[in-house]
């Protein structure tokens, strides 16, 4: 299980999300939504620990995490092979000297349809078929929690067609999966439940129950440029205390 407790998170103490209340349970599968600014990426980053929480706690009981960046933000610059870096997914566990199985490479990129790309260069790679790598990187580390930062973005509809009925597949083996996903048709027809967020969470639940017209124009309405003039967090009676500034359009 997976338990946010009054989190609060931010930067130069101006919270970017703020007093959030959630849990996940073992399997379930779902979609966080929201505006753009809107600290979608900032909670996956806290859940993986690369982002420390001004305030509140993360309770996990989950003890393996797999996270899947946003395609732009990953530098695919360097010299490294395609098995190389689907092999990194193990380097915790068996060091970065450790003997990883060829053969589960190779299995790995047979089960998003890469066969026989171990050698060829990350720079060479579309982005889907760098997508698709990642996805082949999830399935030789085998976590138990997915947390993926808009997956199907600048993918092309084939790519994003299989690696959603893989992800679906891995949910019935009992995977938890939390995707951030901005369209919302693939949320409605994929993913049972839903998260709108918007700084706070404005809405939890059924994806039935959570894409409805009024709550869609409630979590999109919001203006979320950072004002630097918002409150900061204060320590007051040993307590982070922060404030929040929202504006809507």
């Known amino acids: 299980m997976l338990s946010l407790n009054n989190l609060t998170v931010g930067y130069d103490r101006h919270p970017v999300i703020h007093h959030l209340n959630m849990t996940v349970e073992p399997g379930q599968m779902i979609a966080l939504i929201g505006p753009n600014g809107g ?25 393996k995490i797999g996270y899947i960046s946003q395609l732009y933000s990953t530098n695919r610059d360097f010299p490294v092979s395609v098995g190389f870096f689907v092999s990194s997914a193990l380097f915790r566990q068996v060091g970065l000297f450790g003997r990883i199985s060829k053969d589960a490479v190779r299995n790995a990129l047979k089960t998003v349809h890469l066969e026989g790309f171990q050698n060829k260069y990350l720079s060479t790679l579309s982005g889907g078929q760098f997508q698709r790598v990642q996805f082949a990187r999830l399935y030789l580390q085998q976590p138990e929690l997915l947390l993926l930062d808009e997956p199907f973005s600048a993918v092309d509809q084939k790519t994003t067609a299989e690696l959603i009925e893989l992800l679906k597949e891995w949910n019935s083996r009992g995977k938890t999966v939390i995707a951030v996903m901005h369209d919302l048709n693939l949320v409605k027809d994929h993913f049972p439940y839903t998260v709108a967020l918007a700084r706070e969470i404005v809405a939890s639940g059924k994806t039935s129950d959570i894409l409805t017209e009024e709550t869609i124009l409630k979590t999109f309405s919001l203006d979320m440029a950072v004002n630097p003039n918002a409150g900061v967090c204060q320590r007051k009676d040993e307590h982070e205390h922060c404030e929040q500034e929202k504006t809507e359009n």
């Open 39 to 63: 600290g979608k990426s900032t909670l996956l980053k806290t859940i993986i620990d690369q982002v420390k929480p001004m305030d509140g706690s993360i309770t996990n009981s989950f003890r």
